[in-house]
């Protein structure tokens, strides 16, 4: 793996950064919900008597803003190194995961660190540990 030190932009990450704490925080603030994707979509699986409005709104404002964004920038590169096969197994494995980790990388990572949830300190050390043990696997044992 190389890192592209040319197109690494520390404002924009930090701006970035910055924009989805607000909206984690105006959520909780506001909605008393945690920015969590796992469940704001899960939520519509099975959804209660006022909750539908507030997550299309979410998951809308998810897919929306990049696109928004793409109007007045160019896109980057996008590479992807699987088959579809693989992306439809990680996926697969990715949805399980979130169901048994009681929430996701957003929901754990950025709202459960910054509420001090040792539970979500926890679930945040183990999907970086199973990501990094997933590519040493996938990239330098099983790929020779």
Same mark, same amino acid.
């Given at each position: 793996?190389t890192i592209?030190?040319n197109a690494?932009?520390?404002a924009?990450?930090?701006?970035g950064?910055?924009l989805? #704490?607000l909206? =984690?925080a105006i @959520?909780v *603030?506001?909605?008393?919900r945690?920015? +969590? ?5 899960g939520?519509?699986l ?10 299309v709104?979410f998951?809308?404002g ?13 896109s980057?590169a996008?590479?992807i190194?699987a088959g579809?096969? #693989?992306?439809? =197994?990680?996926g @697969?494995? *990715?949805?399980v995961g979130?169901r048994? +980790?009681?929430?996701?990388?957003s929901g754990?990572?950025?709202?459960g ?9 926890v679930?945040?050390?183990l999907?970086?540990?199973?990501g ?5 696997l996938?990239?330098h044992m099983?790929?020779?």
């Amino acid at each position: 793996m190389t890192i592209d030190w040319n197109a690494f932009t520390p404002a924009a990450a930090l701006i970035g950064g910055a924009l989805i #704490g607000l909206a =984690a925080a105006i @959520l909780v *603030v506001f909605n008393g919900r945690i920015a +969590g994707i796992s469940g704001i979509l899960g939520g519509l699986l099975d959804p209660s008597r006022g909750e539908v409005a507030w997550r299309v709104a979410f998951l809308l404002g998810l897919l929306l803003a990049p696109a928004a964004y793409g109007l007045w920038h160019a896109s980057a590169a996008l590479q992807i190194d699987a088959g579809y096969g #693989g992306l439809v =197994a990680a996926g @697969l494995l *990715v949805g399980v995961g979130t169901r048994y +980790g009681a929430g996701c990388t957003s929901g754990h990572g950025v709202c459960g660190l910054s509420r001090l949830s040792p539970r979500s300190l926890v679930a945040t050390l183990l999907f970086i540990a199973a990501g990094m043990v997933t590519v040493g696997l996938l990239r330098h044992m099983l790929s020779a």
